[in-house]
């Protein structure tokens, strides 16, 4: 017989809908806490607030300067963590979190990090001044596993493969997501403007489009980033513009 105590702490099997849930809140934020094994104080972990947006693989890809203590952290040992939690919520302890427990890794390589900059840019386009002019470099955080909790009782332990949404994979075609972002920012932007309205955002500041995935889009508005939901799961490029269609048709989400 389980106890009170134990039923909080009950493993429950990992369904679609959790792997759905816990993905698409990596995807609905776009900060956490990095931690990272301390070189000055071995044996203690080292927190520290990072931004991050997900790469072509569907990784926290994050930007982080060489002087940083987390970077001596990460280049004398790699293993790392990325807590995320629900912004704004009234009850932490009940509100959805994940915890990517990871293997970062320094991005090598002018085509890999051109690629990287692209991305990372249209979400945070305030870093591309301290990038330039400081020495910072992109990490990827690769998935070794998940810790996702759904609130009260509902805790779950993923494999970082099943969490992975990439659009390139999705699309099926290289590029398609640059090209896609660039046709949307300079030909519809009233379609972004009524994206605002479906989730209930001001219109101002103007929005543009920073990513697309299988399974959304995201806005930057100001110094924040958005996640749109689409009403289905995309499996080609043709299917992420058409669901950006009929998101710009839509009364509501």
Not at 11 to 27: G, H, M, T, W
Not at 100 to 115: N, R
Request: with cysteine; proline share 6%; charged share 25%.
């Amino acid at each position: 017989m389980l106890l009170a105590s134990d039923k909080r702490t009950k493993e429950f099997p990992v369904s679609s809908e959790v792997n759905r849930d816990a993905r698409r809140l990596l995807l609905k934020e776009y900060r956490g806490v990095l931690s990272t094994q301390s070189k000055a104080m071995p044996g203690f972990p080292f927190g520290s607030a990072v931004p991050y947006c997900l790469d072509e693989q569907g990784w926290p890809l994050i930007l982080i300067s060489r002087i940083a203590q987390h970077t001596r952290n990460l280049l004398a040992d790699p293993h790392c963590s990325l807590l995320v939690g629900e912004r704004d919520a009234d009850d932490v302890q009940a509100a959805g979190r994940l915890t990517l427990l990871a293997q970062a890794k320094k991005l090598e390589g002018e085509q890999a990090i051109e690629a990287a900059a692209r991305r990372y840019y249209r979400y945070f386009p305030e870093s591309q001044n301290y990038h330039q002019a400081h020495d910072f470099d992109f990490w990827h955080l690769q998935p070794v596993r998940w810790r996702y909790i759904g609130g009260f009782g509902a805790i779950h332990w993923l494999d970082g493969v099943e969490l992975a949404n990439p659009f390139a994979a999705s699309a099926g075609a290289p590029g398609a997501e640059d090209s896609m972002i660039e046709h949307m920012n300079t030909d519809h932007r009233d379609a972004i403007a009524h994206y605002l309205e479906l989730a209930g955002l001001p219109a101002e500041p103007e929005a543009w489009m920073a990513g697309v995935d299988s399974e959304g889009c995201h806005l930057r508005q100001g110094r924040k980033v958005h996640w749109l939901p689409f009403p289905q799961v995309c499996t080609t490029a043709l299917d992420v513009r058409q669901a950006l269609v009929v998101l710009a048709r839509a009364d509501s989400l």
